[in-house]
C-alpha cells in the first residue's frame, strides 16, 4: 500500500452534517491532486489529508471560501498527521464522537428538485418526496447522531439500485442525503382508499371542491382548505373552535404571495428562505382572500410551499390554501397518524397522509420584518435545532438547561458557547402539552446527548416549567437558578447580539405582559439596568390592580376600568363599560382581593383597545386586542398622548393617567379610533424612549437592549428604536431570538453560565 507524506488533519466544526459537505470536500480534494479521506464524528468533520504543502494551503482556503450554500463554517483547526494509506481521496464511515449541536433543520425543497418533480421525462415526476443533499426533511426524520439513514425515521425504505447509485456516488447531489427516495422504494401517499399520484389528484379535486382535509407535512399535519372561499373558512373556525386568531395561509411563489400582500425586498427573502417561515405581511385589502382568514388584522401571515407535496397540493388546487396547525383548541398540534383520524375527527372531511414517519413535532416558525431586520416571532420547523453563539467570553461555561416560561415554551440546552434554543413547544396551560414538553425536553437531550450541570427557571413559583426543571434539578442533584423574568429578556438580547459576557451594564427597556420580579411583585413595564448576572429595577410604568387576577388577560374591560378609575378623567365610556359588573370589580380593588398590582404594558394596550371598541368582552387567543389596535393605528402619523414621570417607591415611574384623559376627550370630540390609535402608540414609545434615554445619562451608559413581547408590535419596535437613537444610543434588538417567552429561556441559560462562572472565579 502506498504511503503519503507531508499529511495533517483538519477538523470543521459548525453546520456541516446533512448539506452536503462531505461529497463538496471529496471534489475538492481530487481537484487538487490529494489524498486522504473526509468523515463524519458526532461534532465535526474530520479530513485526513496528505500531499503537497501548497496544495493542502489552497484545499483549507477553498474549505471556507467554497463551502456549500447551506454550510456553515465556524471553526477549521489543522495539526500534522500520520502519512496517509493510499493514493485517492475517499470518504470513509461516519465515526462516533461527542454530539453537538450542528444538524440541520428541515429544508424547503430546492430549485432542482422543484423542476425534477415538474419534468415528465425525470424519474421523480409528480414525486411528493423528492429530495437531496441540499433540501428536505432533517431534523423531523433524525433519530439520533451522527446524521445517517440508520438513526433516521427513513430506515425501513430499503434503497433501489437506482437510488443506491446516487446515494454512493459522491459526484451526484444526492451522495449521502439520508431521505433520499423515488416513486419504486419510498414513502408513499395515501387518500382514503387511494395511493400516491392517484391519492394526491384526489385531495386536490376534494380541495377545489371545499373539502377540509388534513395534510401531513414534515413537522406534522396542517388543515388546509381554499384560503379564498370564505363560507369554507368560516367552516372551519367553526369546527376548529378558532374564533378569531390568524391563520396562516401557503402559496405557490412570490408572484402568488405579491397577488395578496405587499412584499418587500427582505421580505422576499425571508419567504425565500429555504426555513420556509410564516411571514407577516400587510395585505391587499382588494386581495381574494378570505374575510375569515385573518379578521380585523392588516397583516396576514403566508409561506411558500417547502415540500414536493405542497407545491403539487397547490398546484392541482390552483390557489392560496390555508394551513393552520391540525389541532383542536389548546391541544399540541397532531403529528402521528395513529393520533390524527381521533384528534381530528369532526374537523376534517379527510386525510392526505403518508407513511414516512415523523419523529417530532415541528410547527411553523413565524416572522415579521420590522426595524430593517428580519425578526423571529415563533421558532419552528426550519430554523431549530441550528444553534445560536454566544458571546466569546462564554467560552468554557458549563452546560445549562433552561426551561422559559409556561407561555410560547420553548427550552435552552446550552454547552460552552453553543446554545441550543428549541423550537415552539405550546402553552403549558394543558395536561396534553405539559406531557409533549416533558417529552420534547427527553428527546432533545437524548438526541444532542445534553448533561447538564445546572437548571434555570423563571422565578415565578407558580409556572408548570419552573415547577419541571424545579423537580428535575432535585432529582438529578443539580444546582437550580431561579432567574427574575424581565432580566431574562433583557440577557436573551445581549447575548444574541454578542454583548460579552464582561462587557459592563446597559439599560433594558423591557415591555410585556406580566413576570415576577425580584421584589415579588408583578411587573411587565421596566427599565432595567442590567449585565447578565444582575438586573436592577430603575423605572417603571405606573401599576394598577389588575381585578381577577388571570381573568384581567383575558377580559380587557378589566383592566380599562382600572386604568380610568385610575387617571379620574371625564368621558367615562358607558357604551363599553355598560352591563360589567363593575361595582364588584371595584370592591375587589378596594379590599385587595385577588387584584394584584402590576406595571403591565401588554394590558395597558389591551386597555386602549377596550377603549376604542377593538377588542371583545373575551379574548379567543393571546395578544387578540393589541393585534387588532396596531392594525387600527396603521401607517397614521399623530401626536404622542402625553404621559407623566413621577418618582414612586425609589423608580421613576410613568403615569398614564394624562394620556387617558386626553384618549377620553379625544373620543368625546369623535376623533376616529385609527388617529386614536395613533397617538397611543407614538404616547408609549416617546415615554418609554425618553425614560431610558434618560436612565441611560444618569448611569453613564450608550447601550439600550429591547425585549418582550410587546415588541412584537413593529410600530412600536420601529418607534422606541428610533427615538434612542435620536438620543445618540446604540440599540439592540431581538432578531433570531424571539422578543417574547419563546425567548426566554435563551436569556435564562445566559444568566445561569454566567453566574456560575462568575462563582468559580472566571
Not at 470536500?25 to 468523515?39: H, I, K, Y
Not at 392588516?298 to 390555508?322: K, Q
Amino acid at each position: 500500500m502506498e504511503r503519503t507524506g507531508e499529511a495533517e488533519e483538519i477538523t470543521v466544526r459548525g453546520i456541516v452534517q446533512g448539506v452536503g459537505f462531505r461529497p463538496f470536500v471529496w471534489r475538492l480534494a481530487r481537484r487538487l491532486g490529494l489524498a486522504g479521506s473526509v468523515s463524519n464524528t458526532g461534532d465535526a468533520v474530520r479530513i485526513h489529508l496528505a500531499g503537497p504543502a501548497a496544495a493542502r494551503e489552497a484545499f483549507a482556503v477553498a474549505l471556507v471560501a467554497e463551502a456549500p450554500p447551506l454550510a456553515r463554517v465556524e471553526q477549521v483547526t489543522r495539526v500534522p498527521a500520520a502519512p496517509v494509506e493510499g493514493a485517492e481521496f475517499h470518504i470513509a464511515e461516519s465515526g462516533a464522537g461527542a454530539v453537538s449541536v450542528g444538524i440541520v433543520p428541515d429544508l424547503a425543497a430546492c430549485s432542482a428538485c422543484r423542476a425534477e418533480i415538474a419534468d415528465p421525462k425525470a424519474r421523480r415526476f409528480r414525486y411528493a418526496f423528492t429530495n437531496c443533499t441540499d433540501c428536505g426533511p432533517r431534523f423531523s426524520i433524525v433519530e439520533g447522531l451522527p446524521y445517517d439513514r440508520p438513526r433516521t425515521t427513513m430506515r425501513a425504505f430499503a434503497l433501489c439500485p437506482d437510488c443506491r447509485r446516487e446515494y454512493d456516488d459522491p459526484a451526484d447531489r444526492r451522495f449521502h442525503a439520508q431521505p433520499i427516495a423515488c416513486p419504486a422504494c419510498g414513502p408513499r401517499l395515501r387518500f382514503g382508499a387511494l395511493e400516491g399520484d392517484a391519492a394526491l389528484a384526489a385531495a386536490a379535486s376534494a380541495l377545489k371542491a371545499g373539502a377540509i382535509l388534513a395534510v401531513k407535512g414534515i413537522g406534522g399535519f396542517h388543515i388546509a382548505c381554499d384560503a379564498t372561499r370564505e363560507a369554507v373558512v368560516a367552516d372551519l373556525r367553526r369546527r376548529k373552535q378558532r374564533p378569531t386568531k390568524p391563520l396562516a395561509v401557503m402559496v405557490a411563489d412570490l408572484a402568488a404571495a405579491r397577488a395578496l400582500a405587499e412584499v418587500s425586498e427582505l421580505e422576499a427573502e425571508a419567504l425565500s428562505d429555504p426555513s420556509a417561515p410564516i411571514v407577516l405581511l400587510r395585505r391587499h385589502l382588494d386581495g381574494s382572500l378570505a374575510p375569515s382568514v385573518a379578521p380585523r388584522q392588516s397583516h396576514v401571515g403566508l409561506m411558500l410551499a417547502y415540500t414536493p407535496l405542497h407545491h403539487l397540493l397547490l398546484a392541482g388546487v390552483g390557489g392560496p390554501l390555508v394551513m393552520t396547525s391540525a389541532n383542536k383548541a389548546n391541544a399540541p398540534q397532531v403529528f402521528r397518524d395513529e393520533d390524527a383520524e381521533t384528534a381530528l375527527a369532526g374537523i376534517v372531511d379527510g386525510l392526505l397522509t403518508h407513511n414516512r414517519p415523523i419523529a417530532r413535532r415541528l410547527e411553523d416558525g413565524v416572522v415579521r420584518v420590522a426595524a430593517k431586520g428580519v425578526r423571529v416571532m415563533r421558532r419552528g420547523r426550519g430554523q431549530a435545532p441550528r444553534a445560536l453563539d454566544w458571546p466569546a467570553d462564554f467560552e468554557g461555561a458549563p452546560p445549562i438547561l433552561a426551561l422559559g416560561s409556561d407561555l410560547k415554551s420553548a427550552a435552552c440546552l446550552s454547552h460552552g458557547r453553543k446554545a441550543l434554543l428549541t423550537h415552539h413547544l405550546g402553552d403549558l396551560d394543558t395536561p396534553a402539552v405539559e406531557d409533549e414538553f416533558a417529552r420534547a425536553l427527553a428527546d432533545m437531550a437524548e438526541v444532542f446527548a445534553h448533561h447538564p450541570e445546572a437548571v434555570a427557571v423563571d422565578l415565578h413559583p407558580g409556572y408548570r416549567a419552573t415547577q419541571f426543571g424545579t423537580a428535575l434539578a432535585a432529582e438529578r442533584g443539580l444546582p437550580l437558578l431561579a432567574i427574575p423574568h424581565h432580566h431574562a429578556h433583557i440577557a436573551a438580547t445581549l447575548a444574541e447580539n454578542g454583548w460579552p459576557r464582561l462587557g459592563g451594564p446597559v439599560v433594558g427597556l423591557a415591555l410585556d405582559g406580566l413576570g415576577l420580579g425580584d421584589d415579588g411583585t408583578l411587573w411587565g413595564a421596566e427599565v432595567l439596568v442590567s449585565d447578565y448576572r444582575e438586573g436592577r429595577r430603575m423605572a417603571r410604568l405606573a401599576p394598577i390592580p389588575l381585578a381577577g387576577g388571570d381573568a384581567t388577560s383575558r377580559e380587557p374591560w378589566r383592566v380599562l376600568l382600572a386604568h380610568l378609575d385610575a387617571s379620574g378623567g371625564d368621558g367615562f365610556p358607558a357604551d363599553i363599560l355598560d352591563g360589567k359588573p363593575l361595582a364588584s370589580v371595584r370592591a375587589m380593588i378596594a379590599k385587595g382581593l385577588n387584584a394584584p398590582s402590576a406595571s403591565s404594558a401588554g394590558r395597558l394596550f389591551d386597555a386602549m383597545a377596550a377603549l376604542l371598541g377593538l377588542a371583545p368582552d373575551r379574548l379567543s387567543f393571546e395578544g387578540e386586542a393589541a393585534m387588532a389596535l396596531e392594525a387600527c393605528a396603521g401607517d397614521i402619523t399623530a401626536a404622542p398622548y402625553p404621559m407623566a414621570v413621577r418618582e414612586a417607591d425609589g423608580l421613576m415611574e410613568l403615569d398614564p393617567a394624562p394620556l387617558w384623559r386626553a384618549a377620553l376627550a379625544d373620543r368625546a370630540a369623535g376623533v376616529p379610533a385609527p388617529a386614536m390609535a395613533a397617538r397611543f402608540h407614538a404616547g408609549v414609545a416617546a415615554a418609554f424612549a425618553d425614560l431610558a434615554a434618560w436612565v441611560a445619562e444618569g448611569q453613564g451608559l450608550s447601550t439600550v437592549a429591547l425585549s418582550g413581547g410587546v415588541f412584537q408590535n413593529a410600530r412600536l419596535l420601529e418607534d422606541v428604536a428610533a427615538r434612542l437613537s435620536a438620543h445618540g444610543l446604540t440599540v439592540l434588538l431581538p432578531g433570531d431570538v424571539p422578543a417574547n417567552d419563546g425567548g426566554l429561556a435563551f436569556g435564562q441559560a445566559a444568566i445561569a453560565a454566567a453566574r456560575l462562572m462568575a462563582s468559580e472565579g472566571r
